[in-house]
């Protein structure tokens, strides 16, 4: 049985840092492609970052470049993300999702799996 757990979420003032972790079992997490969707109150999940089975290829979300940085260690089965400078439009639940395909997709329905989501809340 596939799980995707997120952990690391909360409330954290604007400026701050918060890093998200996602513990992954039940799939060979190596030959799989990790991203993070994230979906605010009233609005539809969006993809806000994602890496390839290699580590070769990253994708972000123009809005969060520079601020949002993915990563993840094979040998544990973890992908992070590393979320620096955040603003009030971070706050969000955020999901960790998995794709055999190897390589990141922006669109939801490509992931094969998904966590149960974590809060966070980014005050002003």
């Known amino acids: 049985q596939v799980q995707l757990v997120e952990s690391g979420g909360g409330l954290v003032q604007a400026g701050g840092s918060l890093r998200l972790s996602c513990a992954a079992s039940?799939?060979?997490?190596?030959?799989?492609?990790m991203a993070w969707f994230r979906q605010a109150p009233g609005k539809e999940r969006e993809f806000v970052a994602g890496i390839s089975w290699k580590f070769v290829t990253q994708y972000y979300q123009d809005s969060v470049k520079g601020r949002f940085t993915i990563s993840r260690d094979n040998a544990k089965n973890m992908v992070y993300l590393q979320m620096t400078s955040l603003k009030p439009e971070d706050t969000a639940v955020y999901y960790c999702?998995?794709?055999?395909?190897?390589?990141?997709?922006?669109?939801?329905?490509?992931?094969?799996?998904w966590g149960q989501g974590t809060q966070v809340t980014v005050s002003s």
């Open positions: 999702a998995a794709d055999r395909s190897g390589t990141p997709q922006l669109l939801l329905y490509s992931y094969d799996y």
């Open positions: 039940g799939l060979t997490f190596s030959r799989y492609a």
